[in-house]
């Protein structure tokens, strides 16, 4: 069995500093995070915070992409296990909403927060934003489509309007807990996945009583 290489003081450092930063990043938004900001967050000092990274874009940056690598671990590689159609869709779901409800950033969902921040902002922060999020309901389509091929979906199912569908009740969960301190948001966004694919399923045949 491979030997798991120990983690530098330095390496811990920069991870807890990018913790804070997407936590920090999710309630006060990217724009306002500082060197200042964060080596008070962390408890070290400015020269040691700034010493992790070249510049406050490459911070930004860096936090996106370390959101992205949490994504991937906890809400995109485990429904691989799944089956491909509908258990998957199920399990990519159950998994997002699994990993929303139990984050334990200021803000909810990072995406969430820094979509909203930088929609309107071109640049390469909002270019990254908008790549991973796109990855993601991509994946969600692709997997909506082999539900329907595999007759799991009516035929007429819409993998487009159904991602669209399925996104859109995750993102008002995360805002309802965020914003409303609603404790059944996701709750609600459980029963509401159930009640969607359940409408999307295949009517099943009439069968007339033979003479």
Avoid at 75 to 100: F, L, N, S, T
Avoid at 113 to 125: D, I, L, N, T, Y
Avoid at 180 to 200: I, K, M, P, V
Wanted: hydrophobic share 45%.
């Amino acid at each position: 069995m491979p030997r798991t290489r120990p983690e530098r003081h330095g390496e811990r450092r920069r991870r807890a500093i990018l913790a804070a930063a997407r936590d920090v990043g999710t309630a006060e938004g990217l724009e306002g995070l500082s060197i200042g900001r964060l080596a008070a967050e962390v408890g070290m000092s400015k020269s040691g915070v700034a010493a992790h990274f070249g510049s406050k874009r490459d911070l930004q940056l860096l936090a996106v992409e370390s959101a992205a690598e949490g994504y991937e671990r906890n809400v995109i590689a485990p429904p691989r296990e799944a089956e491909p159609g509908i258990a998957r869709v199920q399990a990519m779901m159950e998994a997002w909403i699994d990993y929303i409800e139990g984050i334990e950033y200021r803000g909810g969902c990072f995406f969430a927060s820094a979509g909203a921040e930088f929609a309107a902002r071109p640049g390469p922060v909002r270019d990254h934003v908008a790549a991973h999020t796109s990855t993601w309901i991509r994946a969600l389509e692709r997997e909506i489509r082999t539900a329907r091929r595999l007759a799991e979906l009516a035929p007429d199912t819409d993998e487009r309007l159904l991602a669209f569908q399925l996104h859109a009740l995750v993102q008002e969960a995360n805002l309802r807990q965020t914003l409303l301190d609603d404790e059944g948001a996701f709750d609600d966004a459980r029963a509401l996945l159930a009640a969607t694919l359940a409408d999307a399923a295949p009517t099943p045949p009439i069968r007339g009583d033979r003479p």
